[in-house]
């Protein structure tokens, strides 16, 4: 595709395409920190821009809904890529990643967690189990990610240059290494998904309702708090809320997929760089530029 018809796709869609590259910073414990950069138009203040980084080893398929602008819903994001997307004040979605998926020319098939029916572009939410990060944009922002329906996938939130709380969300562990048996959900011998207790037993204990349908009664379980102890920052259960839900105002995100909550993470906003940690910026630029000219296999550009 030439770049101006690479241009005016973008433009039509909502997305920016980009390219980044990971690197170690002494600064941080081993942490590869994203450095993205993107031709883009300048944004209005009315929009959040979310940036979509898989840091997995294997493609994921991530699913959005609403997902107008979010390319239709779904797509593809093979291992070290990363896409910008613009959504307007007002979106409330949930954005997850689907895995062991194949889809013809056509954008038809399956997938082996998450799937959306048998579409690429997701118009439904994902089949349980699902790690879910979830928002509503505001003029002050809420969002989580939540362990509610299970655990197929490692997902982070970071905002990146907003103003209040802006604390990191997510699970970085991977619950499929520690999933108890019961809950598992395995192909061919291996666990690919943790099920959730109440998608298990379906009792109004473990699922939070009947006389259990309020945050007095329903309390963590042997399998929230399991999962709890895991990601401390993500929703184990419905009435998890003062650990799990977060607020920040006029800012963008980061949403990655098997990365670290304490990973530095970058985007462009208004055609800066913005990152989620100031600490050794100036530095960061410098060895980002160093990188575009020393290690140009690195580079991913689509």
């Given at each position: 595709m030439h770049e101006a018809e690479r241009a005016a796709r973008a433009k039509k869609d909502g997305t920016s395409q980009c390219a980044f590259a990971?690197?170690?910073d002494s600064n941080y414990d081993f942490i590869s920190v994203v450095m993205a950069f993107c031709h883009r138009p300048k944004m209005m203040q009315?929009?959040?821009?979310?940036?979509i980084v898989n840091y997995c080893q294997e493609t994921i398929w991530p699913g959005v809904t609403p997902g107008d602008n979010f390319n239709g819903g779904g797509f593809e994001l093979k291992s070290g890529q990363s896409i910008v997307f613009e959504a307007p004040v007002g979106w409330s979605g949930r954005i997850w990643g689907r895995t062991g998926c194949n889809f013809d020319k056509n954008g038809?098939?399956?997938?082996?967690?998450?799937p959306c029916g048998t579409s690429l572009k997701c118009t439904a939410s994902g089949e349980t189990?699902?790690?879910l990060a979830e928002f509503t944009l505001a003029a002050l922002d809420f969002y989580d990610v939540s362990l509610v329906d299970g655990f197929n996938v490692p997902i982070t939130v970071t905002p990146i240059n907003g103003k209040g709380n802006c604390s990191s969300s997510g699970c970085d562990e991977d619950l499929r290494n520690t999933c108890p048996s019961e809950l598992a959900v395995k192909s061919n011998g291996k666990v690919i998904a943790c099920r959730s207790a109440c998608d298990v037993f379906s009792t109004d204990e473990y699922c939070c309702r009947g006389v259990y349908g309020n945050p007095v009664?329903?309390?963590?379980?042997?399998?929230?708090?399991?999962?709890?102890?895991?990601?401390?920052?993500?929703y184990s259960y419905a009435y998890d809320d003062p650990t799990s839900i977060f607020t920040c105002?006029?800012?963008d995100y980061t949403v990655a997929f098997c990365s670290s909550r304490k990973q530095?993470?970058?985007?462009?906003?208004?055609n800066k760089l913005a990152c989620s940690a100031s600490k050794g910026l100036k530095l960061l630029i410098t060895r980002w530029w160093a990188l575009v000219f020393a290690m140009p296999p690195l580079l991913t550009f689509w």
């Open positions: 990971a690197t170690a009315s929009t959040r821009v979310f940036t038809k098939g399956s997938c082996k967690t998450g189990p699902a790690s009664v329903c309390q963590p379980t042997y399998y929230s708090k399991k999962f709890k102890e895991a990601c401390p920052t993500a105002s006029g800012t530095a993470v970058c985007t462009y906003h208004d």
